[in-house]
């Protein structure tokens, strides 16, 4: 079945109608056909695998223009069978989101506005505050409840809160550098 643009909001007002009125089951195939192939017409596919968690649902990127237009679930994907979780269905905005941050903001202790600063410099400011940290609060040893003295190499002065846009090898890297510091009050934004 072949449908215009037109025709096919026509179909879908008239079928949501139909629904409403009788309640009874229509068959929306047409229409979810049509809408998809709307949507991606003459766009080119790739393959490729949501970056967010272990699960690794596979996806269909289409791409027109240099630019994504449309990322949905790979029906060949054998143990999702092409369902994406909402995270998952929202990756496009990884690559088309007007809203997201594109340069590094900083906010001083105790202002109430954001500055841009340079990348290096906030990889410098990031550096430096981990190693003064670390080396004022690093606890290497410290005494059990029977008074011995035990080691435990813990740093209680940072906290970790990962981020639902980190992806898998972000987090692993992560969760790497927490510990190799010391730090115990390590957490996930999904988490809280
Ligand atoms: S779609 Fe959801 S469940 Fe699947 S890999 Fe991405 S984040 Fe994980």
Redesign the pocket.
């Known amino acids: 079945m072949s449908l215009s643009r037109r025709d096919f909001l026509k179909f879908g007002s008239a079928t949501a109608a139909g629904v409403a009125v009788a309640g009874q089951g229509v068959d929306l195939a047409p229409v979810e056909a049509a809408a998809t192939s709307l949507k991606i017409k003459e766009a080119k596919v790739f393959h490729g ?9 596979g ?1 269909l990127i289409y791409a027109k223009d240099d630019k994504i237009i449309d990322i949905e ?1 790979d029906p060949d994907t054998p143990h ?1 069978l092409g ?7 929202a ?1 496009i905005q990884l690559s088309n989101n007007p809203l997201r941050p594109t340069k590094a903001l900083y906010r001083a202790p105790g202002s109430d506005r954001w500055e841009e600063k340079p990348l290096d410099w906030m990889y410098d400011q990031l550096a430096r505050r981990y190693y003064e940290a670390r080396e004022k609060y690093f606890i290497e040893k410290e005494k059990d409840k029977d008074g011995n003295t035990v080691t435990v190499n813990r740093l209680e002065a940072i906290a970790s809160l990962g981020s639902a846009c980190a992806d898998n090898e972000e987090c692993y890297l992560l969760s790497k550098l927490n510990r190799t510091f010391g730090i115990v009050y390590h957490e996930h934004q999904a988490r809280v």
């Open positions: 695998v949501c970056p967010y968690c272990a699960v690794g649902c996806q679930g999702t369902r994406l979780c909402p995270k998952g269905a990756t």
